[in-house]
C-alpha cells in the first residue's frame, strides 16, 4: 500500500527540486495507479468472482476477479522499467511477482485473478508511458488545486 503515496512523492520531490524527470516518472506512476484502481474495481463489480475460501472456511465479503495487488504492482515496476531501463525492471517485476504470488499463497485469489491482473498492470503501465500518442489526457496538480489536461495533437 507505499505504492501511491510514493508515486505522489516522485512527482512533489522532482517538482519542488525542479527534476523534470522525476516528476514526469512520479506523473506516470500516478496515472498508473489511478488507472489501476479504476479498470480493478469496476471490473470486480462487472464480473462479481468470489474469493476462494479463507483459511478459516469463511467467505470473503470482497471481490475476486482480477487482483488489484498484481495490477497495480506490475503497473507500477512496468513504469519504472520503461523510465529506468533493464537494470530498473529486476529488482522491480521480482518484487511484482512475489506480491502476484503472495496473494495465491494467502489463499486471497485464484491463479486466473493473478494472472490477469498483472498483464493488466503491464498494459496500463505501458500506455500510461507511450509518449508517441496523439492524444493525452493526464491529471494536473497545481498549488491552488487539480484538474484534468486533455490535448489532441495532429
Do not use: C
Not at 12 to 19: D, L, P, Q, T, Y
Not at 27 to 35: G, K, R, S, T, Y
Not at 41 to 47: D, M, N, T
Not at 55 to 76: D, E, I, K
Amino acid at each position: 500500500e507505499l505504492l501511491r503515496p510514493s508515486a505522489a512523492a516522485t512527482y512533489f520531490i522532482g517538482r519542488h527540486v525542479g527534476a523534470t524527470r522525476v516528476q514526469h516518472l512520479g506523473m506516470d506512476e500516478i496515472e498508473a495507479a489511478i488507472l489501476s484502481e479504476a479498470f480493478v474495481e469496476g471490473l470486480k463489480l462487472a464480473v462479481r468472482r468470489e474469493r476462494p475460501l479463507e483459511v478459516n472456511g469463511q467467505q470473503s465479503q470482497t471481490y475476486s476477479f482480477p487482483s488489484g495487488h498484481a495490477t497495480l504492482t506490475f503497473a507500477m515496476a512496468t513504469v519504472l522499467q520503461q523510465h529506468l531501463g533493464y537494470r530498473a525492471a529486476v529488482p522491480t517485476y521480482a518484487v511484482a511477482s512475489y506480491v502476484a504470488m503472495s496473494r495465491l499463497h494467502d489463499n486471497r485469489h485464484f491463479a486466473s485473478d493473478v494472472v490477469f491482473g498483472a498483464a493488466m498492470g503491464v498494459a496500463i503501465g505501458r500506455s500510461v508511458t507511450w509518449h508517441g500518442r496523439n492524444f493525452y489526457a493526464s491529471p494536473m496538480l497545481l498549488r491552488d488545486g487539480a484538474g484534468i489536461q486533455l490535448a489532441m495533437l495532429h
